[in-house]
């Protein structure tokens, strides 16, 4: 099956690209979750506008990359959750909380989607998170899970 990607999926591809799927992984979740849409001629055409608006973005975001990257490397980040007995947490810690814990230290507003934890966070202590912020720039920073 051929789709057009509508925004980036990772180890597929970037918005704007053309890729060859197996029908069920493009009917199933590509499609109905709004990453991607079936491909046509008429579709093809938008890809060039797509592809467009996101060259303007890594262009104006290469620089920026570099300079959000130092900001949050410099961040030291705490988040509070609830934990019982021996540090277990009720739950665990989802990408949407670790994006609120870098706004609250200070850092920039970043996608949840960006974001590559260490596994699932369930209990109190120190774990490196990586963010992509674009391509070629990722960085890293220690989330440190504090009984709240």
Do not use: C
Request: aromatic share 4%.
């Amino acid at each position: 099956m051929k789709i057009i990607l509508t925004q980036e999926v990772s180890g597929l591809g970037a918005p704007g690209d053309i890729v060859e799927v197996k029908n069920g992984y493009g009917r199933n979740y590509l499609l109905p979750q709004g990453f991607a849409i079936a491909w046509t001629k008429g579709a093809e055409k938008q890809v060039t506008v797509i592809k467009r608006a996101r060259a303007a973005r890594e262009i104006r975001d290469l620089g920026h990359a570099n300079e959000v990257k130092a900001q949050i490397e410099g961040l030291k980040v705490n988040l509070k959750a609830r934990a019982g007995d021996g540090g277990r947490l009720f739950g665990s810690v989802t990408p949407a909380e670790v994006v609120e814990a870098v706004k609250a230290a200070g850092g920039p507003a970043l996608d949840r989607r960006r974001l590559e934890l260490p596994g699932h966070i369930k209990s109190i202590g120190s774990y490196p998170v990586t963010i992509k912020l674009h391509p070629e720039v990722s960085a890293k920073f220690n989330l440190n899970v504090v009984q709240g």
